[in-house]
């Protein structure tokens, strides 16, 4: 069975950074693709970004894109978010996601599309 621990998160100014990590544990394949989404107060959970577990491609949310990168490490068993000139729009609970099959590409900005989730993370930015 395979589960995700996140680390990261907390408080920061506006402007400064910030990495998210997931890390995957258990299951039958040494790496899965996984994704970030976020969901501030009184919204709805929106998609972050995104990695395949082929190396086939990743993607972002429009509005983070040059700001945040995902990474793998750890025998590609953990996605780094790494979070440079955040702002105050970016605070919410960010969860880690991870699908258990192949998804395409059309599908990987939906919250659907992954099988098995983190407990979530706080990051606030603020001053």
């Known amino acids: 069975q395979v589960q995700v621990e996140e680390s990261g998160g907390g408080w920061v100014q506006p402007g400064g950074s910030m990495r998210l990590s997931c890390t995957t544990s258990?299951?039958?394949?040494?790496?899965?693709?996984m994704g970030w989404f976020r969901q501030a107060p009184g919204k709805e959970r929106e998609f972050v970004a995104a990695?395949?577990?082929?190396?086939?491609?990743?993607y972002y949310r429009e509005s983070v894109r040059g700001r945040f990168t995902v990474s793998r490490a750890n025998g590609k068993k953990t996605l780094n978010l790494q979070m440079n000139s955040l702002k105050p729009e970016d605070t919410a609970v960010y969860y880690c996601?991870?699908?258990?099959?192949?998804?395409?590409?059309?599908?990987?900005?939906?919250?659907?599309?992954?099988?098995?989730w983190g407990q979530g993370t706080q990051v606030t930015v603020s001053s």
């Open positions: 996601a991870v699908a258990l099959g192949n998804p395409i590409t059309s599908s990987m900005r939906t919250a659907s599309t992954y099988d098995i």
């Open positions: 258990g299951g039958t394949s040494n790496t899965y693709t």
């Open positions: 990695d395949k577990r082929s190396g086939a491609g990743t």
